[in-house]
């Protein structure tokens, strides 16, 4: 499950812009100035305000986190976490095209990981979130271990 962060950002700002502007409509509707309903004008500049904040929303990513999910920073991960299942959030680093598979080297302001998933189409630059478990390859090289830390969506 990849979540792109403007797409999260998006659904956000979109259901709480949508559950503000009908509570503002039907107190709208509710009051009388003078005994006399408000007018149509106002009703329509408050829909022409709805539609121009959902379409062009202005957050940073940076400041969010997915949206129901508890993001661990990649710098915690730790091989005696392996098979836990965790959310990392961050920048789309470096694409490794699979035969079966695709790779990313994600990074956050803590570290970097490489994430395993059949998800293709993120490009380098990008956001995003990714919901998988920790795996830990040990390599041992000349007495020492060399082993990695990874991420595989499920």
């Not at 990074?107 to 830990?136: E, H, M, P």
């Amino acid at each position: 499950m990849v979540l792109m962060g403007t797409q999260l950002i998006k659904m956000a700002t979109t259901q709480i812009l949508i559950q503000n502007f009908l509570l503002f409509w039907g107190a709208m509707t509710q009051a009388h100035l003078f005994k006399q309903p408000i007018s149509v004008f106002p009703k329509a500049m408050a829909l022409a305000i709805f539609a121009g904040l959902t379409s062009c929303s202005n957050l940073s990513f940076s400041s969010m986190n997915a949206i129901g999910a508890n993001i661990t920073p990649i710098k915690q991960l730790t091989p005696q976490q392996k098979n836990a299942t965790v959310y990392i959030q961050g920048k789309v680093e470096k694409h490794i095209p699979l035969l079966d598979k695709q790779a990313y080297q994600l990074n956050d302001s803590t570290g970097s990981i490489i994430v395993l998933t059949n998800q293709k189409g993120l490009s380098v630059g990008s956001q995003a979130v990714f919901k998988g478990q920790i795996r830990y390859k040990s390599i041992p090289l000349a007495g020492q271990e060399q082993g990695e830390v990874y991420i595989e969506e499920k």
